[in-house]
Nanobody, 127 residues
Framework: QVRVAESGGGLVQSGGSLRLSCTASGFSLENYAIGWFRQAPGKVREGVSCISSSDGSTSYADSVKGRFTISRDNAKNTAYLQMNSLKPEDTAVYYC????????????????????WGRGTLVTVSS
């Protein structure tokens, strides 16, 4: 089965931390960029962060810059999103997605061009 799957979501208090994982099955993430996205209730899906497959360069949405860190462990076929200083406005379903290369679809906003999407993991940040 070719898929990616998120884990690590849950309920956390404002100011707390959470680490999300995105694990690939059936293919290797080594040659893929990995993007994290989120969708809050009643809101459109937005890009959160992306890490390229080649040089490991990263990109962050302004709303999370300085608080979130994206990383990857190709040996484990897994990418991570470390979320610190969480705020209630971070509450959303978080998705990971993979595309070949270097975050082209992420940067362009053409999220549908991502090859693989997970089903999402819910992050709820309480006040």
């Amino acid at each position: 089965q070719v898929r990616v799957a998120e884990s690590g979501g849950g309920l956390v208090q404002s100011g707390g931390s959470l680490r999300l994982s995105c694990t690939a099955s059936g293919f290797s993430l080594e040659n893929y960029a990995i993007g994290w996205f989120r969708q809050a209730p009643g809101k459109v899906r937005e890009g959160v962060s992306c890490i390229s497959s080649s040089d490991g360069s990263t990109s962050y949405a302004d709303s999370v810059k300085g608080r979130f860190t994206i990383s990857r462990d190709n040996a484990k076929n897994t990418a991570y999103l470390q979320m610190n200083s969480l705020k209630p406005e971070d509450t959303a379903v978080y998705y990971c997605a993979a595309e070949p290369g270097a975050c082209a679809a992420y940067y362009s906003g053409s999220y549908s061009h991502m090859d693989y999407w997970g089903r999402g993991t819910l992050v709820t940040v309480s006040s």
